[in-house]
């Protein structure tokens, strides 16, 4: 059964930082890429950021990219993302997941509820 346990959010200001942390178990952790997520009100869920199994390749989205970081603990089966200089337009709900392939970067089904991040101007 996929668990998927996010954590680490909350309400800042603009400029400031928060470090999300995602426990995963279900799948072979170690073997998967895996991904954040985030969906702002009103809008589609995107991909924010990605790492491959062992952590050696990372891909982000334009919008975050030089501010947000991703890795991974393979022993503790956890992802984390590091956001750095918050802005306003950062607010969503983040969400993690299993990726099928760090190519694709399709994510699997099963949604956890996500932790919430709010950036106030």
């Known amino acids: 059964q996929v668990q998927l346990v996010e954590s680490g959010g909350g309400l800042v200001q603009a400029g400031e930082s928060l470090r999300l942390s995602c426990a995963a178990s279900?799948?072979?952790?170690?073997?998967?890429?895996m991904g954040w997520f985030r969906q702002g009100l009103g809008k589609a869920r995107e991909l924010v950021a990605a790492?491959?199994?062992?952590?050696?390749?990372?891909d982000y989205a334009d919008s975050v990219k030089g501010r947000f970081t991703i890795s991974r603990d393979n022993a503790k089966n956890t992802v984390d993302l590091q956001m750095n200089v918050l802005k306003p337009e950062d607010t969503a709900v983040y969400y993690c997941?299993?990726?099928?392939?760090?190519?694709?970067?399709?994510?699997?089904?099963?949604w956890g509820r996500g932790t919430q991040v709010t950036v106030s101007s």
């Open positions: 997941n299993f990726l099928g392939d760090f190519r694709s970067k399709m994510p699997y089904d099963y």
């Open positions: 790492i491959n199994w062992d952590g050696e390749n990372t």
């Open positions: 279900g799948r072979p952790f170690s073997t998967y890429s």
